[in-house]
């Protein structure tokens, strides 16, 4: 069972930064995921460790940054220029598709934009 913490999550205004974090557990992939309330989840981006290859949605290309320490196996989550529609419950899994996910999820990070 993958054990994913995280963390990084706060209220920001329209226009600000945040980084998530991604206490993960060795995993060559890594996505980041969310879901707005009452949305279904969503991928957001994804990193493998084995070749560095990411992937970003649409909606967050040019602002979201996804890489990878390896030395402490933690995958981190840049996020610039947010947009209240950033605003979600954010989650990391070992998978870049929900499809190709089907284990338990941890609490998430909530992030909030808002001015």
């Known amino acids: 069972q993958a054990q994913f913490v995280e963390s990084g999550g706060g209220l920001v205004q329209p226009g600000g930064s945040l980084r998530l974090s991604c206490a993960a557990s060795?995993?060559?992939?890594t996505g980041w995921f969310r879901q707005a309330p009452g949305k279904e989840r969503e991928g957001v981006s994804c990193?493998?460790?084995?070749?560095?290859?990411?992937y970003y949605a649409d909606s967050v290309k040019g602002r979201f940054t996804i890489s990878r320490v390896n030395a402490n196996n933690t995958v981190y989550l840049q996020m610039h220029s947010l947009k209240p529609e950033d605003t979600a419950v954010y989650y990391c899994?070992?998978?870049?598709?929900?499809?190709?996910?089907?284990?338990?999820w941890g609490q998430g990070t909530q992030v909030t934009v808002s001015s």
């Open positions: 060795g995993f060559p992939l």
């Open positions: 990193i493998n460790s084995n070749d560095g290859s990411t």
């Open positions: 899994a070992p998978a870049c598709l929900m499809s190709d996910y089907n284990g338990s």
